[in-house]
């Protein structure tokens, strides 16, 4: 008797167990976007599994060689033991930093800097800073995906401006901004030159801004990790240029691009108000520390940025130049020619840019070769815009980027979409 009570006492609870749920993930895990950079990484890799060589313009990796005094001051680092830094970074980082900031033009002292793990990490601490959870930002779409992620983990809300290829990818009136702007608003995000569209704001357009964040009490984040990649004699109007409105604009930067380190994760924040800093700070402690010897690396690279980057400058903007002469022969291509940064947005012959992109890796091959695209409807919050659109990176030398542009042309010729 008591055996079979015990027996199905125990089938009971195993059925039980059976229609028990299972733990709930969170609605910010659910809702957070792959990316549309990343996201076709496994065809890539399969494509490459069969022999196919993968000519990569999704991504803004550049081939560009990092600076050797860079790499020579990580394996100079002799400490006998890596310790934990201070949390907004080393000391000679923060000045270092300030100091370029002086030789570009732009008055920084040490208070004014803090390091961060990556540009990725000074948006988020930026947005945490400025907004409380289901509060509002701006942003000017096209925009870098991986603000759609960062709002996300900061439970913000983007608020999209659309812009158009047509003109450029240039913004909106003053009217239609402060259409947007409601209540719960609390920031405007800008990124000049732009990822994913190349675009540099006008003095004109940065005066707009400094207008609306003005007169609406509005912080302005400004991402400037292009900062330097200008091209045809043009110059970039930062945000610390603006008068009367310093004390809330954050300058958001980074040292993958410059420097040709997207590995070493080393970005900083810049503001001129003591009280933000202040705050920020604390989520630096909360982190700990930025990685120490990336930080002594930067510091070598930033001692040689007047040597290493002009010529790097040179080189983009021939890539470009390259770029933009060899999509003219391409039937239905359309794009703008970009002022800065290394990327550009094309509206392709297609009706389905996600489709096409995935097609490329996973059923077209020319020569034994491939293009691994971004489709561009992921740097879009709005829904149905940039599904014929697609980011390239031109980050590649001109012998590959020859050979990509006729495989491009091939597939845009073979793909029946």
Same mark, same amino acid.
């Given at each position: ?218 912080? #302005? *984040? !400004? =991402?400037?990790? +292009? ?13 610390? %240029?603006? /008068? ?115 097609? #490329? *890796? !996973? =059923?077209?091959? +020319? ?13 879009? %919050?709005? /829904? ?34």
């Amino acid at each position: 008797m008591s055996y079979m009570y015990n027996f199905v006492m125990r089938s009971a609870q195993k059925k039980r167990k059976s229609y028990m749920p299972g733990p709930r993930l969170s609605k910010r895990a659910i809702s957070m976007p792959f990316s549309p950079i990343r996201r076709l990484s496994p065809l890539a890799d399969q494509a490459r599994q069969k022999g196919i060589h993968v000519f990569h313009l999704n991504i803004g990796q550049p081939d560009i060689e990092t600076p050797r005094e860079m790499l020579k001051a990580i394996a100079a680092y002799r400490e006998k033991v890596l310790s934990y830094g201070p949390s907004g970074g080393l000391l000679e980082l923060r000045l270092a930093v300030a100091d370029y900031y002086r030789r570009v033009g732009i008055d920084v002292h040490l208070d004014n800097v803090w390091i961060t793990t990556g540009g990725s990490e000074a948006i988020l601490f930026a947005m945490m800073a400025v907004c409380d959870p289901g509060e509002e930002i701006l942003v000017f779409e096209p925009f870098y995906t991986n603000y759609n992620g960062l709002a996300t983990m900061a439970n913000v809300r983007l608020v999209p401006l659309t812009t158009k290829v047509e003109n450029g990818f240039h913004l909106p009136s003053q009217r239609q901004i402060e259409a947007k702007i409601s209540r719960k608003t609390r920031a405007i995000l800008i990124n000049t030159p732009n990822n994913p569209t190349g675009t540099v704001l006008t003095e004109e357009e940065m005066y707009i801004l400094y207008k609306v964040c003005k007169k609406h009490a509005l912080f #302005l *984040l !400004s =991402d400037e990790v +292009y900062r330097e990649f200008v091209y045809d004699g043009g110059v970039q109007t930062s945000a610390l %240029s603006l /008068p009367e409105i310093q004390d809330r604009v954050i300058v958001l930067d980074s040292i993958s691009k410059r420097f040709s380190a997207c590995g070493a994760r080393i970005g900083c924040i810049i503001n001129r108000n003591r009280k933000t800093m202040d705050e920020i700070i604390k989520f630096n402690q909360a982190r700990l520390c930025p990685p120490t010897l990336e930080q002594v690396g930067a510091i070598a690279a930033y001692k040689n940025y007047d040597r290493y980057i002009k010529p790097v400058i040179v080189e983009y903007e021939h890539r470009r130049n390259f770029l933009f002469d060899g999509l003219k022969n391409m039937k239905g291509v359309y794009g703008h020619k970009p002022e800065g940064a290394f990327y550009t947005v094309l509206r392709l012959p297609v009706k389905d840019a996600d489709r096409f992109c995935s097609w #490329l *890796l !996973s =059923d077209f091959q +020319y020569d034994g070769k491939t293009v691994m695209l971004a489709p561009a409807n992921g740097f879009y %919050s709005s /829904p149905a815009k940039g599904t014929s659109e697609v980011r390239i990176a031109y980050v590649l030398k001109e012998d590959d980027l020859r050979s990509a542009l006729v495989v491009l042309g091939a597939a845009l010729q073979e793909f029946k979409g």
